[in-house]
């Protein structure tokens, strides 16, 4: 029963963002625990053996850190997955043009934030990707849907980032270049471009992160900085 006006989808995807604001995630521990584990950060005396384990490369599934990394971005998908089973029953159902377009841009959002999501977890939880190899490679549990019981399988690591390629594609198609900026306070087609050229790189995809960063560089909306 939820979702059924404009405003319920913007409430929805409020509480995509909320979630990604976890401390588990960019304020917490999938900023921090990375930069530990390649030595861009150093204990100092008297740190009382905060995230010993981490230090000491004791890293496993059960680790309270690993644990809540990999259960808010999944959180972040879960959302992800309810707004978008029932977008198009809501789209059907508007009349107003303007709130079609609003909606649409929402929905962009969405896919940009799944995409991140996604992106995320195969960064942290899977190897390398090698094109040579990645179909026969563990990926993630791909949901993509939020209602009825599925079987949580690891789908191969390549259908896994071409899945996080397909949102990317749709984030871009939704959003437009209008709210594109440095200081944006929201997904904008700007970040779709952005994401994606850092999943071209994971990829091994040169000519994609050339195109995608590109998009960004030739933008008006940004500046290179000076090298001065």
């Not at 490369?57 to 089973?85: K, M, P």
């Not at 949102?167 to 944006?184: C, I, M, P």
């Amino acid at each position: 029963e939820a979702m059924k006006t404009l405003s319920d989808a913007e409430q929805i995807l409020t509480g995509i963002y909320t979630a990604y604001m976890s401390g588990a995630l960019y304020s917490g521990y999938l900023t921090l625990c990375p930069d530990i584990q390649t030595d861009l950060v150093y204990a100092v005396n008297g740190n009382t053996n905060t995230y010993g384990t981490i230090w000491q490369w004791d890293i496993r599934s059960t680790n309270s850190e690993v644990e809540a990394v990999y259960a808010g971005l999944y959180r972040v998908v879960g959302r992800c997955n309810f707004y978008l089973d029932l977008v198009e029953d809501l789209r059907a159902s508007l009349t107003d043009d303007e709130e079609i377009q609003y909606l649409d841009y929402y929905t962009g959002e969405v896919y940009c934030a799944r995409a991140l999501a996604y992106s995320e977890l195969l960064k942290c939880f899977c190897k390398a990707y090698d094109p040579a190899t990645a179909a026969n490679e563990l990926g993630v549990v791909l949901a993509d849907t939020y209602f009825g019981q599925k079987p949580a399988k690891r789908a191969s690591l390549k259908e896994s980032y071409e899945f996080v390629l397909s949102d990317l594609k749709k984030a871009q198609e939704l959003l437009d270049e209008k709210n594109d900026g440095f200081d944006a306070p929201y997904f904008t087609k700007a970040s779709a471009h952005a994401i994606n050229a850092r999943v071209a790189l994971s990829l091994q995809d040169w000519d994609a992160a050339v195109e995608q960063s590109t998009s960004l560089i030739d933008s008006d909306a940004f500046a290179l900085a000076s090298a001065q």
